[in-house]
């Protein structure tokens, strides 16, 4: 146990404690003493939370849409994702790294990508103008599409293992027998153990999304940016006098995140002690 | 009193024996000492590794030669301007004795970053004894960012800001300010610039001819005038911004995502620091044969880019040896090659022995960019590192967050 937190709430606690030392200019070469400027100008402009704002918008979208594809096809077909051809292909996505997938997506829907060739070769646009604006958009759209293509296999093995484990194959047959029909016996019986079963997953996936950096960083738009990649910019770019600000956001999502798994985590055992 | 002296004599000839073992400060070595400390070291070099051929000529062409004149190992790791900062100031403050770096390609920001943290070595260029090669009379080569070398980082090359066009597509590139907004303004989403160093060093020589062009903005920073002409600049831009790439609610992260955007035909103009790029592009086979670089009337930045030794490097010396070599004649000739990399000389010519002049002079000319000759009439000096920063932050809040 003391390992464990040894090795991993340990060095967190360093990491954090050194971000409030530097982004109240206590450390770091270049501090100037302690201030609460750096605290102030990330508090009181729209920047940050506009930033977190579109961070979340863009991990509820990824989530959404992939937890509604991975379900559809193991509630449609749950045999097909434990034997056969599709049981081993659908591990093959999972093995591409976010950068890959970032750039498959920017070929396939930037302004002058295949899925644009495509509709002009078949006459449907007049050129890359007419094509919509599906790549570093402030919408995200890209982001999200590159998500939800990473996450919606990983969903399907997830609630395949889970329909296996679960026997849930067997409860859908009672329901039958008591005369449900198949998308009643889906959607109270199937798709409610899955989900609540796959519950501290979803939320951990979605901190992970939220904090994704390579596909924001090719896909996304200059503003607003997600989190990662606005802190990357406060710390890396031009004036030194930023990175103090970095080390706010860090710290300020970091209390963020934590926050919200302890929140929700803590929410749903609660409610499962009382099942 | 026979054993006193003896005594001393003995700690004497036990301290001078001693010292040649201490690590000698490099600055008061001679040349031969240097070579022969440098002998058989490694030398760490943190380099931007974002284009082949600049890769290959220090892998394939300086690695080996090091090697062989010297018995130097030389490593590169990738790693450009803020890297090398970020990796400097986490060193010094962790109070590291020894850099993981000896040797770093920096060039105007990043060297005012690394001045601002006193995190180079120097003065040290005097000491290479090609450095009476260089060109230092040239004020592009012996001032960055407005800020005096003054020995601290060794000129390498010297490259002027271009901008560069689909001539299938744009038959008279515009010249003018005026002439730009105009031709944006009626092929709309084919025009942009990227937020990064190159983008920014466009907005600079907008700034410059907003400001009354030439010298107008030479000096120390000067608050008042950045204010007056980068309000006009936002102004210009806001005017145009409807008709840029993606209208002007986004810009490219790089010049290289730019580059690809030129490539596949989404955009008619992309932008290079270098301004024989286009021709390496092309040779590449990455842009199309219609590509060509131009300079607008109102004229672009040229810059030097510069060699940097950290204050904490513990191979100083076989730094130092690398150094020379990389501004020696053989060197730089290779280097201005447009099919090696196309990068120019910071040499003075005129000052070379034997027939390098003549050499150089007949190196193959370059085919898709104006001769340097053209380019240099309307050459502008990098301003004091304060107006980019300025640029960057209100280039967000003025037009990118709008």
Not at chain 2, 26 to 50: F, I, K, R
Not at chain 2, 240 to 246: A, D, G, S, V
Request: glycine share 8%.
């Amino acid at each position: 146990m003391a390992l464990f937190l040894g090795l991993t709430a340990l060095p967190l606690a360093f990491g954090i404690g050194y971000s409030l030392l530097h982004s109240t200019g206590l450390a770091g070469i270049g501090s100037e003493g302690f201030t609460l400027r750096h605290w102030g100008s990330v508090l009181t402009g729209s920047e940050f939370w506009r930033s977190l704002g579109f961070s979340c918008w863009v991990a509820a979208c990824s989530i959404g849409l992939a937890l509604g594809l991975a379900l559809a096809a193991v509630v449609r077909g749950p045999e097909r994702w434990q034997r056969g051809i599709l049981s081993w292909l659908i591990y093959l996505p999972l093995t591409l790294p976010a950068m890959v997938v970032a750039f498959l997506v920017f070929q396939t829907l930037s302004g002058a990508g295949f899925a644009s060739r495509l509709v002009y070769r078949l006459g449907l646009t007049g050129g890359i103008e007419d094509f919509p604006n599906w790549v570093n958009d402030p919408w995200g759209v890209g982001i999200i599409a590159a998500h939800v293509l990473m996450a919606t296999p990983f969903f399907i093995i997830l609630f395949s293992n889970l329909y296996q484990n679960e026997r849930l194959g067997e409860y859908a047959q009672l329901a039958a027998t008591l005369g449900a029909t198949a998308r009643q016996s889906a959607r109270r019986v199937v798709v409610p153990v899955l989900l609540r079963q796959a519950f501290p997953t979803l939320v951990l996936y979605f901190i992970f999304v939220m904090g994704s950096y390579e596909i924001p960083l090719l896909l996304g738009s200059q503003s607003p940016q997600m989190v990662s990649v606005l802190t990357i910019r406060k710390l890396q770019r031009f004036d030194l006098a930023d990175m103090p600000q970095a080390y706010v956001i860090g710290v300020l999502y970091t209390v963020f995140v934590v926050g919200a798994v302890v929140f929700l985590l803590r929410k749903k055992s609660g409610e499962r002690s009382l099942v | 009193m026979q054993r006193t002296i003896f005594l001393f004599t003995a700690l004497f000839l036990v301290a001078c024996n001693d010292s040649p073992q201490q690590p000698t400060d490099p600055a008061t070595l001679t040349w031969e000492q240097t070579l022969q400390q440098a002998q058989g070291s490694t030398v760490h070099l943190m380099m931007w590794q974002g284009d082949p051929l600049i890769n290959a000529y220090m892998q394939q062409y300086v690695a080996p030669a090091v090697k062989e004149q010297f018995g130097i190992t030389l490593e590169t790791a990738s790693g450009q301007g803020n890297v090398i900062v970020q990796t400097l100031m986490t060193e010094m403050e962790a109070g590291k004795s020894n850099s993981e770096l000896d040797l770093a390609w920096i060039n105007g920001e990043t060297f005012y970053q690394l001045r601002q943290i006193d995190a180079l070595f120097g003065p040290w260029t005097d000491r290479l004894p090609n450095a009476q090669f260089i060109d230092f009379q040239n004020p592009f080569i012996n001032t960055d960012f407005q800020q005096p070398v003054g020995g601290y980082e060794c000129p390498w090359g010297n490259v002027q800001m271009a901008v560069i066009y689909n001539s299938e597509f744009v038959k008279e590139p515009p010249r003018t300010r005026e002439a730009l907004a105009d031709f944006v303004k009626t092929h709309p989403g084919k025009f942009t610039f990227d937020t990064q160093f190159t983008g920014l060093t466009f907005l600079k020589s907008l700034l410059i001819d907003i400001a009354g062009g030439g010298t107008a903005l030479h000096g120390d920073f000067d608050e008042k005038k950045y204010l007056q002409s980068s309000a006009l600049l936002w102004d210009y831009l806001r005017e145009i911004k409807p008709f840029l790439w993606k209208n002007g609610k986004t810009y490219p992260d790089a010049v290289a995502p730019m580059h690809q955007l030129f490539a596949n035909g989404e955009l008619w103009f992309t932008m290079s620091n270098n301004d024989c790029e286009v021709d390496s592009k092309v040779l590449q086979g990455l842009f199309p044969t219609t590509a060509r670089a131009y300079v607008p009337d109102f004229g672009s930045i040229q810059n030097s880019h510069y060699m940097g030794i950290p204050k904490l490097s513990g191979n100083k010396a076989g730094a130092m040896v690398v150094a020379n070599f990389l501004i020696s004649p053989e060197a730089q000739f290779k280097k201005q090659d447009p099919s090696v990399w196309g990068d120019g000389t910071v040499l003075d010519l005129s000052k070379l022995p034997g027939d390098w002049k003549q050499q150089f002079e007949n190196l193959p000319t370059r085919k898709y960019a104006q001769p340097r000759s053209e380019l240099q009439k309307h050459a502008l000096r990098e301003l004091a590192p304060e107006y980019m920063i300025r640029l960057a932050k209100d280039f967000r809040e003025q037009i990118i967050n709008q």
